[in-house]
């Protein structure tokens, strides 16, 4: 287990973060950000035309990292800088105004690199889904700026040894005219990267609050302590919480809407279908990858089998057809991924329009990602088991770290088991039942 510090000069056995890689020296009551020289003013086209080159930056030395276990700070410390982390801000705030589509292709993009990078970003592409659903709210005016100019948003709301998922033990204590927050949080992915960390806690009348601080308070201690044999690097272990403290504007739906606010069901139900489909987008850019991976190997280290017909692994045909069935692989899962994330811009639009048929454009993105998440799984763990079929024995070396794609999607399903969805989906078509799609919580 190690202690993630942002100072220099961590004690042995921790993991060090750079001063310089945390955009804010100060709480940001009273305190002043610090800027990164980012991008003023870029383009959404702008903006998307360099993510190839960014997604190659990223892919140097990734599985190598995924070996060792290393941290990857200075990438996000490079992705602070490229405008991907803002391109869902609407332009009425400033932002490039891109469309969920564009983010969900820029994880999938980002997770052909490395997936654990896209992974870590998924609270913080949530974060932003809620500003660009209420552009004009409090909180997307406060935070808005801060993340142009670098800001990224985590957090931490599941805690482990309760008898039931979703259950709360973290708490919220009033202390005079400020408030205390003490607990234990797991799943923290991107916390270790984040600026910003969200919790939710029990409050003293025993309901449920949430809570925005910055991550680098006193008392807000994240631990790598993630132990799960895939996703290494997402930083999805623990926080520990220890008397932190909290002031009143803190604490809320961060502003996002007001009370009362009739799209507000409908959002939290965008919202969990948005990180959902996420998910999906880090496993479609791993079977990117996975083709990537085959296509290089067979051309420039793998032997053609003993009793092949040719003198290549190139020109063998039976590898030939275990590289095609990837590809096509690849491409089912991109269609499938691509086109539910066209289904949750039309959704947005219609929470934006307050649309009179909300509810039913809102359930039909809804149905569409879980279809989506059955099928895309089954796909993506059919590619990274053929990849072993390409090459004998040398295939499986550690030196090729072939089966950290196999891990890394196994542990990614392992998030939403597509029997549960099979399960939602089926009890809907038979019996008209739709308890989940309207309770909206991400499982």
């Known amino acids: 287990m190690f202690s993630v510090s942002r100072s220099v000069g961590a004690a042995q056995g921790e993991v060090s973060m750079p001063a310089s890689e945390s955009i804010f020296s100060a709480d940001t009551e009273g305190g002043t950000p610090t800027a990164y020289a980012v991008p ?13 080159a960014i997604v190659a930056e990223i892919a140097q030395g990734a599985a190598e990292r995924e070996r060792r276990r290393e941290l990857p700070f200075p990438i996000f410390e490079r ?3 490229t405008g991907l982390t803002w391109l869902r801000i609407p332009k009425s705030l400033g932002g490039p105004g891109g469309s969920l589509s564009d983010q969900i292709e820029v994880t999938c993009a980002l997770a052909s690199a490395d997936s654990s990078v896209a992974h870590a970003l998924r609270s913080h592409f949530g974060f932003l889904e809620s500003i660009a659903l209420a552009p004009e709210s409090k909180a997307a005016r406060r935070y808005a700026p801060l993340i142009l100019r670098g800001a990224l948003m985590g957090g931490a709301h599941m805690e482990i040894n309760t008898p039931r998922p979703n259950m709360l ?22 916390a270790a990267y984040a600026d910003y ?42 926080v520990e919480l220890a008397d932190v403290d909290v ?23 965008h919202g969990a279908t948005r990180a959902q489909l996420h998910l999906m987008a880090v496993v479609c850019g791993i079977v990117r990858n996975i083709q990537r991976d085959a296509i290089d190997y067979v051309t420039k280290r793998a032997r053609s089998a003993k009793h092949s017909a040719s003198e290549t692994a190139r020109g063998d045909h039976f590898v030939q057809s275990i590289v095609g069935e990837i590809a096509a692989l690849s491409h089912a899962v991109d269609v499938l991924v ?5 289904s949750l811009d039309v959704s947005a639009q219609a929470i934006l329009d307050r649309a009179v048929n909300l509810d039913d454009i809102v359930l039909k993105s809804q149905i569409e990602n ?63 039942v739709r308890d989940d799609f309207d309770e909206g919580r991400v499982f």
């Open 338 to 342: 691509a086109s539910t994330a066209r």
């Open 247 to 269: 002031a009143p504007e803190e604490i809320g739906a961060h502003g996002f809407f007001e009370h009362g606010d009739s799209t507000a069901g409908f959002i939290q139900r």
């Open 169 to 190: 033990r973290t708490r919220l204590t009033r202390k005079g005219d400020r408030y205390r927050l003490s607990g234990h949080k797991y799943y923290a992915t991107g």
């Open 40 to 52: 003023s003013g870029a383009s959404r086209e702008e903006i998307l035309a360099h993510l190839p």
């Open 370 to 432: 879980s279809k989506t998440q059955i099928v895309v799984g089954r796909l993506a763990i059919q590619a990274a088991e053929k990849i072993f079929d390409t090459g004998g024995g040398s295939a499986t070396s550690q030196k090729n770290n072939f089966d950290r794609h196999w891990r890394n999607i196994r542990t990614l399903l392992n998030h939403n088991p597509a029997f549960l969805r099979g399960r939602v989906l089926g009890d809907y078509y038979l019996n008209g």
């Open 79 to 81: 992705l602070r800088q």
């Open 197 to 238: 960390t969200s919790f939710t806690a029990l409050n003293d009348e025993g309901k449920i609050a949430s809570v925005l601080v910055p991550a680098h308070r006193e008392g807000v201690n994240i631990l790598d302590d993630w132990d799960g044999m895939g996703q290494r690097m997402s930083a999805s272990g623990s």
